[in-house]
């Protein structure tokens, strides 16, 4: 019998001690869930960390993984793999009423599903955990127009936009996207895909904005074209996130229509490639980044850093740069959203905290430069 998963209230503890690292990290993602109102995947994480430990290979996997569980998005590309499984008919049916109608059954009957899918499709599922994680959210993509229209409010020039772990290009998009910032509209009124998210703090201030051109990089970049690709970026939706999931549809749609430039390659070379190449008098060059960091070692982190000191010391007024990041806190307690400008007079590369943002852009506290 199927129930509101908002009716269960407090997800049911475990019914044994949370000892090694894989328990930990559910009940980590769990109690994060919980804190953002997923009643469904922090079920999905209590139910695994009940039935995984007797998953031999998952859980070893896992448990032996020789990263950062939570860097590496572990828990994420194991949902992945559980996601895919139900959107290919592979699992008993109950995965498929949770990842897709957003019906929760009793956790007995999930206890079960997962316990026979983690053993039937073991190697499918191992399969998921070799590759990095592919979320490519949209919703960011708000975060992004806000600091696009908060640092050109003085001179309204035209921005060069260059990403940073783009996956399939869809934020490279954010033109052809209907973005509501509180109050202010921006973009493209008229499209399939809207993104507006809950606006709290501070008013943002209407400005100018134009994109000029966007282009990305990623390790690993995935193709819209291609149906297992697409079939990747659907898997990464958490369970009964069915907005969400309409909402990448649709911006597959738009990419299908508007083919975003994504290279392949490691950022911080491709980095220092763009920033080699002439920057138009007149033109904003701005990077940025979402939920990538958490993936890059610190050898990566130091070397994109170091990219960006080399093209902000030659940065000048009329051809400034702009870093916008969103990422975890170190602590991983908040995603905040900052913003850094080099011009050579005023702005020297200050990182600075623009807004605390929902992790998947659902809500944005702004607080802006001023």
């Given at each position: 019998?199927?129930?509101?998963?908002?009716?269960?209230?407090?997800?049911?503890?475990?019914?044994?001690?949370v000892t090694g690292?894989?328990?930990?990290?559910?009940?980590?993602e769990?109690?994060?869930?919980?804190?953002?109102?997923?009643?469904l995947?922090?079920?999905?994480?209590?139910?695994?960390?009940?039935?995984?430990?007797?998953?031999?290979r998952?859980?070893?996997?896992?448990?032996?993984?020789?990263?950062?569980?939570?860097?590496?998005?572990v828990?994420?590309?194991?949902?992945?793999?559980?996601?895919?499984?139900a959107?290919?008919?592979?699992?008993?049916g109950?995965?498929?009423?949770?990842?897709?109608?957003?019906?929760?059954?009793?956790?007995a009957?999930?206890?079960?599903?997962?316990?026979?899918?983690?053993?039937?499709?073991?190697?499918?599922?191992?399969?998921?955990?070799?590759?990095?994680?592919?979320?490519?959210?949209?919703?960011r993509?708000?975060?992004?127009?806000?600091?696009?229209?908060?640092?050109?409010?003085?001179?309204?020039l035209?921005?060069?936009?260059?990403?940073?772990?783009?996956?399939?290009?869809?934020?490279?998009?954010?033109?052809?996207?209907?973005?509501?910032?509180?109050?202010?509209?921006?973009?493209?009124?008229?499209?399939?895909?809207?993104?507006?998210?809950?606006?709290?703090?501070?008013?943002?201030?209407?400005?100018?904005?134009r994109?000029?051109?966007?282009?990305?990089?990623?390790?690993?970049?995935?193709?819209?074209?291609?149906?297992?690709?697409?079939?990747?970026?659907?898997a990464?939706?958490?369970?009964?996130e069915?907005?969400?999931?309409?909402?990448?549809?649709?911006?597959i749609?738009i990419?299908?229509?508007?083919?975003?430039?994504?290279?392949?390659?490691?950022a911080?070379?491709?980095l220092?490639?763009?920033?080699?190449?002439?920057?138009p008098?007149?033109?904003r060059?701005?990077?940025?980044?979402?939920?990538?960091?958490?993936?890059?070692?610190?050898?990566?982190?130091?070397?994109?850093?170091?990219a960006?000191?080399?093209?902000?010391?030659?940065?000048?007024?009329?051809?400034?740069?702009?870093?916008?990041?969103?990422?975890?806190?170190?602590?991983?307690?908040?995603?905040?959203?900052?913003?850094?400008?080099?011009?050579g007079?005023?702005?020297?590369?200050?990182?600075?905290?623009?807004?605390?943002?929902?992790?998947?852009?659902?809500?944005?506290?702004?607080?802006?430069?001023?």
């Open positions: 019998m199927l129930f509101n998963p908002h009716d269960l209230g407090p997800v049911q503890a475990l019914d044994r001690p690292r894989t328990l930990r990290q559910l009940q980590a769990a109690a994060k869930a919980e804190g953002f109102g997923k009643p995947t922090a079920a999905l994480m209590q139910a695994l960390a009940r039935v995984l430990p007797d998953a031999t998952v859980f070893a996997a896992i448990e032996n993984w020789p990263g950062d569980l939570a860097s590496d998005g828990i994420f590309r194991l949902n992945a793999g559980l996601h895919a499984l959107l290919d008919g592979c699992e008993p109950v995965l498929r009423a949770l990842y897709e109608d957003g019906a929760m059954p009793c956790s009957a999930l206890d079960a599903a997962l316990a026979e899918t983690l053993d039937v499709h073991a190697g499918a599922l191992l399969g998921w955990l070799s590759h990095p994680t592919q979320t490519n959210e949209v919703a993509v708000a975060g992004l127009v806000a600091a696009l229209i908060e640092v050109g409010r003085g001179d309204g035209p921005c060069e936009v260059l990403e940073l772990g783009a996956s399939a290009g869809l934020n490279l998009n954010a033109a052809h996207y209907a973005v509501r910032l509180g109050g202010l509209a921006a973009c493209a009124p008229a499209s399939a895909v809207t993104l507006a998210p809950e606006w709290r703090g501070t008013p943002l201030a209407p400005g100018p904005l994109i000029a051109s966007a282009r990305g990089v990623d390790l690993h970049p995935l193709d819209v074209t291609c149906a297992d690709d697409r079939r990747s970026l659907a990464y939706v958490w369970p009964g069915t907005a969400r999931a309409e909402r990448l549809a649709a911006a749609n990419a299908a229509a508007h083919p975003p430039a994504v290279d392949s390659g490691l911080s070379a491709w220092l490639q763009r920033f080699a190449e002439p920057q008098p007149g033109v060059r701005v990077v940025f980044h979402s939920m990538v960091l958490q993936y890059a070692d610190a050898a990566e982190r130091t070397a994109i850093d170091y960006f000191a080399l093209a902000g010391a030659r940065a000048e007024p009329d051809r400034p740069l702009a870093r916008v990041s969103i990422e975890w806190r170190a602590d991983r307690g908040a995603v905040e959203l900052r913003i850094a400008q080099w011009d007079a005023a702005h020297r590369g200050e990182s600075r905290i623009a807004a605390h943002c929902h992790p998947y852009g659902e809500w944005i506290d702004w607080r802006g430069l001023a």
